[in-house]
């Protein structure tokens, strides 16, 4: 190397070129082929998430990625609905909650997900709808399971970008995601009253649409009582169609 | 240059026999001995403080980190060692920041590849290993002026170093913030966990705590 100057502008510039077009292409190349991979875990979380909201934590925890996969397959059958409760053509697949998310409420084109029970494939154990919103920091979603009448939370699963760790981010926790476990959507008058995190945590209410809350996290809390109102609002046609 | 001269130096006398210098020589080993200890490059030189509060919340994620710094600092050195000849010495730094940058983008996809939960927990913080002081001191100072395999020795010593610390820190935290050690319950039941070790103030005292132990163990004053 000592024949090139290395302090010359011409060896400063080609060399920063010829830099960036080598890391460039090594990270192309390395996006390009992790792609799938990623892809499928991404697929593979949501279908997990699926289950876990309708089969309960318990049933999921023991069982491996490709179990999951062929339960998922087995029972579980999709339809796409808009707020008016409508079914459309649109594939599931082809849905992105978060981009649906962006737009107005009327023309979100949202999936449901309704799970069989794995002995009799004519018999629904729950319908599974994915919810969006916002928490303290960024974003927060999940799937909310409705059991087969129509009324009664059977599960919840919550995740989140950026919570905050111990607080906010404790929504992911299997402790508090089942204290809406058996809770209720619609009040005797069968109007929407989702269940709500209260203020405060480590009380026990009476009822089914009071959920103990998070000390220290009010705002995500509150994120997740909007989120499930905004959208049950959305499913609701849906959901009183099925009666 | 000098590294050249010395280089030159070195091919002459591989010429007239003189053994080369032995794969694990005692400098070598130190080069990899010193860096947990009287050379730590958090508890001397308080370089990665960030990454070192930030991420112990709890062991898995920890490790997963401390397994990232190793990968990209390792690889970082080596090439940088490598290509130390030919970086026009203006734009070092720049160069030092694209390979670094590089490999821990490439980290980061593998991660979310093979590691998906791990990766949800770790992203931001994989990608602020780019800004990890170790790393650019580690290439600043030894990198730049060593041979590829020094480099890789001096490499996988500081991350060696880096890691003991950060877990254990994270061993306490996890243990004593929610009473679990790899995500499996060991306090008994009913245990409450102590919300200040959740928080990164209480990494900040137990860090603290370390320092002060490893400093008055090996005599270290700061000058």
Same mark, same amino acid.
């Given at each position: ?8 502008? #011409? ?16 990270? /192309? ?95 629904? #154990? ?24 129509? #009324? ?16 906010? /981010? ?50 995500? /809390? ?10 049950? /609002? ?10 | 240059? %000098? ?21 694990? %020589? ?54 940088? %060692? ?40 770790? %992203? ?100």
């Amino acid at each position: 190397m000592s024949k090139f100057n290395k302090n010359d502008n #011409k060896y400063i510039i080609s060399y920063a070129i010829i830099m960036t077009l080598v890391f460039g292409s090594v990270l /192309a190349v390395v996006a390009l082929a992790l792609k799938p991979k990623q892809d499928a875990e991404v697929l593979l979380e949501k279908q997990n998430f699926i289950l876990k909201a309708a089969l309960g934590e318990k049933a999921m925890s023991t069982m491996s990625d490709e179990e999951i996969t062929a339960l998922y397959s087995e029972t579980v059958k999709t339809v796409v609905v808009k707020a008016d409760g409508v079914k459309v053509e649109t594939e599931e697949a082809s849905i992105n909650v978060f981009k649906e998310y962006k737009k107005p409420k009327d023309v979100r084109e949202l999936p449901v997900y309704k799970v069989y029970d794995q002995a009799d494939s004519n018999k629904i #154990k729950a319908y599974v709808f994915p919810v969006y919103g916002k928490g303290l920091w960024d974003f927060i979603w999940g799937y909310v399971a409705v059991e087969a009448d129509l #009324k009664t939370l059977g599960g919840l699963v919550l995740d989140h970008k950026g919570e905050t760790p111990g607080l906010g /981010a404790r929504i992911t926790e299997q402790e508090v995601q089942s204290r809406f476990i058996g809770k209720e959507i619609f009040n005797a008058n069968g109007e929407l009253d989702a269940p709500h995190f209260q203020k405060g945590e480590g009380n026990t209410y009476e009822g089914a649409h009071k959920v103990d809350g998070l000390s220290g996290a009010t705002i995500t /809390a509150k994120g997740v009582n909007n989120m499930l109102d905004d959208y049950l /609002a959305m499913y609701k046609s849906f959901i009183k169609a099925q009666k | 240059m %000098s590294t050249e001269t010395i280089e030159k130096t070195n091919d002459k006398v591989v010429e007239v026999k003189k053994p080369s210098e032995p794969l694990f %020589s005692k400098k070598r080993r130190q080069l990899l001995s010193n860096p947990l200890d009287e050379d730590n490059p958090i508890t001397i030189q308080v370089l990665g403080i960030c990454s070192a509060l930030a991420v112990t919340v709890a062991l898995k994620p920890t490790f997963v980190m401390a397994v990232a710094v190793t990968a990209v600092l390792v690889l970082a050195n080596v090439v940088i %060692s490598a290509l130390r000849n030919t970086i026009p010495n203006r734009i070092r730094i720049i160069v030092q920041l694209v390979v670094v940058a590089s490999l821990v983008a490439i980290v980061d996809q593998v991660l979310k590849a093979y590691s998906y939960d791990i990766w949800k927990e770790l %992203s931001v913080f994989i990608g602020l290993i780019i800004t990890n002081c170790i790393v650019m001191g580690r290439l600043e100072a030894f990198a730049l002026g060593n041979k590829p395999w020094d480099a890789f020795l001096d490499g996988l010593g500081n991350s060696f170093g880096y890691a003991w610390i950060i877990l254990a820190i994270a061993f306490f935290r996890e243990l004593f913030g929610s009473g679990k050690l790899f995500g499996f319950q060991v306090m008994p039941d009913g245990y409450i966990g102590n919300g200040v070790m959740m928080s990164p103030a209480g990494a900040c005292l137990l860090l603290g705590v370390l320092i002060w132990i490893v400093r008055s163990r090996s005599g270290y004053v700061e000058d």
